[in-house]
């Protein structure tokens, strides 16, 4: 059932072009350089460190490496991270 | 997503929250709604975070489920500064009492301005006000409407034609507008009306004076018409003549008329050119290639931007060129005979004077010559004839505006 529903919504986003993370509960990412980062559609907070900030999704993992990482703000679905980004990485379930 | 200003207004806290399962504890706090931000880790097991006051104390349960301890290290916004404020009650006092003392000192009048005075000195202008309580040091709420004002100043200074008072700020402006005397008649000395041309006298009217003509009477240029010496040969009296003596002049005026002449008709065509001034230079630009004309009018425009006298080195010149065409006229004979009154009328009038009135014109022959018509016409004019001449050798009559007995 839960395919069958995956397949339609994937299905559905192709035929009205509509943005991906509006269809897949999937993260929005914006970026400003390394500097800033925005991310939607996150489903908490795993682990929070300077250098590491770890997030879950519908289907997985985010994982956002730094230095001197700030959460400037968060809300359920948002997070606005600071700092100096090295590198993003999804861990997605199996 | 954030609101710095709400923030700073409500007032917020950063607080240490120490604890092995923060992350935890800071997803509760954002499901329940609660504003938490600029979250960083310090320690292993301490992170710190900043949060409205106001929901401060809905952390309590979350902590208690958690197991974190939380700890406040700085207290920022406006509720905290009022705090503070209360504190140091003195820095408070002080600036209310400036603001007061600031509105106090701006409800005085610390200046009285005159404009618009002429004649009269400003000094008897600023007395009348003082009377009004219009001074330097009043305080304006004493003082009555400017309208008010404006009239009691009108009544204390009869010289006025208007008295405008405008209070500006701690500036009180009192606007003057003096009345229009009437000119007085400059003081003449004693002289005689003579006779300006060889005319026969028409009217004459002595104002002061003995008049030494009679009507119809031959004049020549410079003889006596009223005379400034009055009185019989015991008791005599010199006074400044006045009056109109207008008399009849004979004028004979020559004019030729050409029957034919060229003039020049604008036919209409016209050619901007637009140059760029630089220094003596002028370079056109507009239009590229240029329309030439066989005859043309040519009117110029330049626009040099000035300032407190200088000129700017760059300015802008346009030229209008008209093209005219020339156009010949035949007169008849008749027609240059009217012409040639007409001049000739014009020339009387300028050579006799504004008021002069033409009374007869003769036109004592006319001839065709060469294309021309030769006129010559006989005009007789009536004019004021009357110039003054002093009296010289006699001291001023005391005190004699022009005026006196005739």
Known sequence: ?94 | MRNGLQEWVKGYVTVTVRGKRFERFLNMAVRAGMRIWNIRRVGTEVCRCDIVIAEFPRLRPLLKETGCRVHVVERHGFPFWLVRLRRRAGLAVGAVLFLFGLYMLSSFVWSVEVTGTRNMSPQEVIAAAEQIGIKEGAWKPKLKEPLVLRKELQKLLPEAEWVGVTIQGTRVILQVVEKDKPAKPPVTGPRNLVAKKRAVIHTILPEAGQSRVAVNQLVEKGQVLISGIIGNEQRQQIVSAKGSVKGEVWYVSNVSVPLANTHFRLTGEKQYQHHLLIGPYAVQIWPLNRQEFAQYESEEKRYVPEYAGYKSPIGWKRVIQSEVVPTKRELTVEEATEQAKRFARADVLRLAGKDAVIREEKVLHATTENGKVYVSIHFSVIEEIAVEEPILGVSQPPANGGGGNS
């Open chain 1, 1 to 94: 059932m839960r395919r069958w529903g995956r397949r339609l919504r994937q299905m559905a986003g192709g035929v009205l072009d509509l943005p991906q993370d509006v269809v897949l509960e999937v993260p929005r990412i914006t970026m400003i350089g390394h500097l800033q980062m925005y991310i939607e559609n996150h489903r908490g907070v795993l682990q929070f460190s300077e250098n590491e900030l770890r997030l879950l999704l519908t289907n997985g993992q985010l994982l956002v490496f730094g230095e001197q990482l700030v959460i400037r703000a968060i809300l359920p679905e948002e997070v606005l991270l600071e700092g100096r980004i090295g590198g993003v990485k999804f861990l997605e379930n199996p």
